[in-house]
């Protein structure tokens, strides 16, 4: 038997290797959406250039004697040992010189500026080829909410609208910054994303929502969505 023979006739999972997924930054959202895609069996490019420092383990998908190693390479061995995924790439690298050439990228960076220039790199490479079914997810994540968008070709301008600058942004208080469980939940719910807009991609032409924008607020337990 295999990880995914409970849920192998889905048809987002038939032949998950063959779709590849980009996910820049692997902290909060990253690393539990790298575990979370990689049981599906989807083939994986991580991209970070940080080390896991111990307040990491606040938020992050890391275990105890990963501190102080890369990131990417962390994440890689923590998605093999729970899901057994052999497609799983990555990379050092500063996103500026790294080339983009994936339909579907998920922008986990915890910076307004690094998810602009993935954002840009994604654009440029599907409208070239002229890649229609293209996928970009922006996740943002606070303490006790989050917010996900997901762009297609025919969202880029909406989603420009919601860029600003990295200095527009009130820094919180570094005891109220991350937690496991929120990580955790906005990673479920951009995997869920990527399943329907694969499922969606499929023979059998489903139906399923892929919102252009996502908000949950923890406090409340209330959700906005927007088609």
Known sequence: ???????????????????????GGVGGIGS????????????LNLVDM?????HNMGGQFVSKN???IMKVAAVKELCKAFSDNRFINVASRNIEDLPVKHKIVIAAFDNMAARKILFEKWLEYNKENR???????DGRLGFEHFQIYCVTPNKTVAYRE??????????AVCTL???SHMAAMIASNITSFVVNHNTNLSEDNSAR????????????????EIL
């Open 131 to 137: 890649n229609l079914d293209a996928l970009f997810i």
């Open 66 to 68: 990963q501190i102080g």
């Open 162 to 171: 919601s860029l600003f600058e990295d200095n527009e942004v009130e820094d």
């Open 1 to 23: 038997m295999t990880i995914n023979d409970r849920f192998k006739d889905a048809v987002w999972a038939k032949n998950p290797q063959d779709v590849s997924i980009l996910i």
């Open 209 to 224: 929502t892929v919102p252009f924008y996502y908000e949950y607020n923890s406090p409340l337990h209330m959700h906005e």
């Open 32 to 43: 539990w959406t790298a575990l979370l895609l990689s049981r599906i069996g989807y083939k």
């Open 177 to 179: 910054k991350q937690t």
């Open 50 to 54: 940080d080390m896991f420092e111990t």
